[in-house]
């Protein structure tokens, strides 16, 4: 079966941590760039962090750059992103999805990617 799924996400107070798992299924993420976006309710989806495989290229959002990492464990063929302080802010439902590297679309390019996960919920609250 082809599919990303993802896991780890919870309910976690301000300035905590989660780390979020991106398991893809069915395919080699070695030839493809992995996504996560958010998406918060009333709110456009948006681009948090993205990994080309094969190369180790990085981008992060405005937003959550040095709280979150974005990593892969080629051996497991799957995508992490730690999450460390967390805030109100960053309380969404987490999506990861692949697409081709070399598309020639920013990298937050929602259209750009071809395979969704179904979501996994953050809610960050005191």
């Known amino acids: 079966q082809v599919q990303l799924v993802e896991s780890g996400g919870g309910l976690v107070q301000p300035g905590g941590s989660l780390r979020l798992s991106c398991a893809a299924s069915?395919?080699?993420?070695?030839?493809?760039?992995i996504g996560w976006f958010r998406q918060a309710p009333g709110k456009e989806r948006e681009g948090v962090s993205y990994i080309i495989i094969s190369a180790g290229t990085i981008y992060y959002a405005d937003s959550v750059k040095g709280r979150f990492t974005i990593s892969r464990d080629n051996a497991k063929n799957t995508v992490y992103l730690q999450m460390n302080n967390l805030k109100f802010e960053d309380t969404a439902s987490y999506y990861c999805?692949?697409?081709?590297?070399?598309?020639?679309?920013?990298?937050?390019?929602?259209?750009?990617?071809?395979?969704w996960g179904q979501g996994t919920q953050v809610t960050v609250s005191s």
């Open positions: 069915g395919f080699t993420l070695g030839y493809y760039a």
């Open positions: 999805a692949r697409r081709r590297g070399g598309s020639g679309y920013p990298w937050p390019e929602r259209s750009a990617y071809d395979m």
